[in-house]
């Protein structure tokens, strides 16, 4: 297969390849971007479905852990209310004869306590219709010099006598309870369990004077007081301390830290079931819509049942945690169609990109066909013109030989008349005659040098060049040219044919000098890396530089060289046979003027493997017919 065989194969062997790969990416390009696309999105929704889910998980735990939280705190509230209450009844309990002074004492402190809702504590005594002044009479005596008693229609009044006011606001000194059933059941509950009391939610009758906007549902603590023992009515009811708690002041103080503004809070009295009461409503922003997330439990408070209720606020999801599912949601959804964008446009260029290849492909294959059918028209042509000039060539000689055959017969004939214009002109006839042998000659091996195949033998190039010296020097008798030559090497080539390269340059360098002087020659060869090369160096008229290429074309003569025989065809019949063994030929200037012919040849392989380098010393064969 030929190297252009070859190459032609590659192309097409790519060429289908684009082909292929080009119909593979049209068609997979969309699929792979929408397969992209479905992927990405399903990929986005597991992921924002899973962080939804974990999200809704923590929402639960942080519900879970806020009515904890807020049930802990209430209930640790209210026990501290309860348990204080406790102690200062205990303590009023100790008292022999009880004075506003005393209760102040005892009191002072509750203020610096931090008891977040708590109104008042008032001590209550009990007193029927009959012993109204009695009482008032008694308490004044005691210190309580502002005291008016404001009973009402019970059986039992049931008289603040003593307060201690912890909101700055006025006090329910002198008010009789039995007004309201709430404080009187919480304190009949206590006189009855002998324990703190919570009453049923109601608005603090005290607080029934404000405006409505300020009022309250509140309860009331109730503690019993018994005479303490080693007094005179020693363990004796003497009535009750009442710690008034405004509920949503309580809740809100309290749950402040705990609900950090999250989380509505509602306290509900569920102690008898169907007369539910509202304590406290605690609203700390928009309430969720989520029902899921609502929370309730039930605590217990001072012989009472409370119902606590929790619901995240709009600022409980303000994190902006609940939404983060429907960010990703809405990223991944974005970087899918991103990406599956990315991914056609990639694919559909580089599918552009492999049609331009496969037009190109197809092109230069058209072009590779051309190129081959013109070479192969080419070389049919060359043949045909080859075998041609040769027929013409071989079918010329033999007239030309005829024509001198005659001509010799008519100067013999007429040797005996000396007829100088007859012998002139047959002179000429013949000399004509020659020059177109001698241009039949070159047409004949012009045409033979580029083709058939080379008898390959070794040539001493020392031999050969003397030979050719000999043959065109030995019969000159003036002008006989100087010709030197170094110690030549031994050649692989056609021997023929190389006798013909040489002969022509030799030739040349002897016939192209100034009329009247004799040719100086010099021939020598050195060898440069693969090739041998052997240069005909002369002194003679010399190429001009812009001709020193178009000598080597088919009859094409320099200037300067009119007034020289010739026929063009010689540095033609070099060159072809130079480039059909391998080498090339060129034309320089000489040093010191002439023309240098350099051609190459390759080295020939060395079978005793010695180095095949120039022998030193001059040509012996030259040296010998000097
Ligand atoms: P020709 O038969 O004319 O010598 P060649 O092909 O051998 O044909 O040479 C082509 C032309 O190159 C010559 O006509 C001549 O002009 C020029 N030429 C060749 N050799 C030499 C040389 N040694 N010195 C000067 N000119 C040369």
Known sequence: MSRLDRDTAGVVRSAARSR????????????????????????????????ADAQRREADERMDRHLEVVRTVLAGETYRRVELLGHLSA???????????????????LSYRGLAGVSEVGFVVSADDAHVQAVQRAWRGRGVSDLTVRPVRADEHRFVVLTRSLDGLSTALGLDLAAASEPTGAMDTARRTGQVAASQAYVLLRDRMLPTSRQQI??????????????????????????????????????????????????????????????????????????????????????????????PTDRFASTGDDRLHLVVLGCGALASLLLAGLVLVLVTS?????????????????????RQEVEIRLRERERELEGFAAVAAHDLKSPLTVIMGYCELVEDRLADRSDQQVNTWLSRVR???????????????YAAAGNGSLE???????????????????????????????????????????????????????KYVRHGTAAQIDINAEQDGPMWRISV????????????????????RARGSEGYPGTGLGLAICRRIVNHHGGEIRAEDNT?????????????????????????GENPALSASK
Not at 537 to 556: L, M
């Open 350 to 370: 580089r599918d552009r990109a492999l049609a331009r290849v496969e037009q190109a492909t197809a092109a230069l294959q058209a072009d590779i066909e051309q």
């Open 537 to 556: 160096a002369d002194h003679g008229i010399g190429i001009s530089p812009d001709q020193r290429d178009a000598v080597f074309g088919a009859f094409n």
């Open 20 to 51: 292929i790969l080009g119909r593979l990416g049209g068609t997979g390009g969309v699929a792979l971007a929408c397969a992209m696309l479905a992927v990405g999105l399903i990929l986005t929704v597991v992921a924002a479905g899973a962080l």
């Open 592 to 616: 010191g003027g002439g023309s240098r012919f350099v051609f190459t040849l390759p080295v020939a392989p060395d079978p005793a493997g010695q180095d095949p380098a120039v022998p030193g």
């Open 218 to 311: 509140s309860f009331i603590l109730a503690a019993p007081v018994y005479a303490a023992g080693g007094t005179a009515d020693a363990g004796l009811l003497r009535g009750w301390l009442l710690m008034g708690v405004r509920g949503s002041d309580f809740i809100n103080n309290t749950l402040q830290p705990a609900s950090q503004g999250v989380l509505n809070v509602t306290l509900t009295d569920v102690s008898v079931p169907g007369q539910e009461r509202r304590i406290a409503d605690v609203h700390a922003g928009a309430p969720l819509a989520d029902a899921r997330l609502h929370r309730e439990t039930t605590l217990d408070a001072a012989g009472r049942r409370w119902k606590l209720e929790i619901q």
């Open 456 to 510: 390959l033998a070794e040539v001493d190039l020392n031999k050969l060049v003397g030979d050719i010296v000999t043959e065109r020097t030995s019969h000159l008798e003036h002008d006989r040219p100087h010709i030197e030559s170094g110690r030549l090497p031994v050649v692989v080539a056609d021997p023929d044919r190389l006798r013909q390269v040489l002969d022509n340059l030799i030739g040349n360098a002897i």
């Open 431 to 445: 000399t004509g005659t020659r020059r177109m042998q001698h241009l039949i000659d070159d047409l004949l091996n």
């Open 91 to 109: 303590a009023v309990g100790t008292q022999t004869n009880l004075t506003a002074q005393d209760f102040e004492a005892l009191t002072f402190r």
